[in-house]
C-alpha cells in the first residue's frame, strides 16, 4: 500500500495568543515555582523537558504545568533558555547558526518563561507569583509563519 502524503496549509490554522514572563529577580527556577506554588490554589509541576532538535545540537527546556480547577484551564510554562545542551555531530562549517545555548523566542529575555493556556481567554492573571519576585508579562500572538508557533502547539 502507497503511504498518503498529506500537505498543511498554514492558512489553516489559527494564531495562538501566548504570554511572556520575564524574571528580574535572581532566583532558582525550582524556588521561582515552590514559591508560586505557595501562593496559588493550584500546584505547577515539572513535567517532560521540551526538546528541541537543532541541526548539531539536541536542546532540553524545562516545563512546568499547572491546572486551574476553576477555570478548567491548564497552563503550560516553557523555559526560554535551554538547560541542557547535547552535541549530536561534529561542527564542520566555520559559521553555525546553532550555539551551546538555544532560546526559544531569541528576542526575549532568557530569565523567561513562554506561558500557554488551553483556555480561550488565555487569562494569565489567574496565576499569582510571590511578592519578592520582580517580574512583567507581556501577550504575544504567534502566527502559523513561526517556527515557535508549531513547536508549542506540537509539545504534549
Known amino acids: 500500500m502507497k503511504p498518503t502524503d498529506f500537505l498543511i496549509d498554514a492558512d489553516d490554522f489559527e494564531d495562538i ?3 511572556f514572563l520575564t524574571i528580574h ?8 515555582f515552590y514559591d508560586t506554588n505557595k501562593v496559588n490554589h493550584f500546584h505547577f509541576e515539572r513535567v517532560a523537558d521540551f526538546v528541541f532538535e537543532g ?6 527546556h524545562s516545563v512546568f504545568k499547572g491546572y486551574h480547577w476553576e477555570s478548567e484551564t491548564t497552563f503550560t510554562f516553557f523555559a526560554n533558555k535551554s538547560h541542557t545542551t547535547i552535541q549530536k555531530k561534529e561542527i564542520t562549517e566555520l559559521f553555525i547558526d546553532e550555539g551551546k545555548v538555544n532560546f526559544l523566542l531569541n528576542n526575549k529575555s532568557p530569565n523567561g518563561y513562554i506561558m500557554k493556556s488551553t483556555n480561550e481567554n ?20 504567534l502566527t502559523p509563519q513561526q517556527e515557535i508557533y508549531y513547536l508549542i502547539e506540537s509539545y504534549e
Open 25 to 32: 529577580t535572581s532566583v532558582l527556577e525550582h524556588q521561582l
Open 17 to 19: 495568543v501566548i504570554g
Open 122 to 141: 488565555e487569562d494569565f492573571s489567574l496565576i499569582l507569583l510571590p511578592k519578592h519576585i520582580a517580574y512583567d508579562w507581556e501577550k504575544l500572538i
Open 55 to 60: 541541526e548539531y545540537f539536541r536542546y532540553y
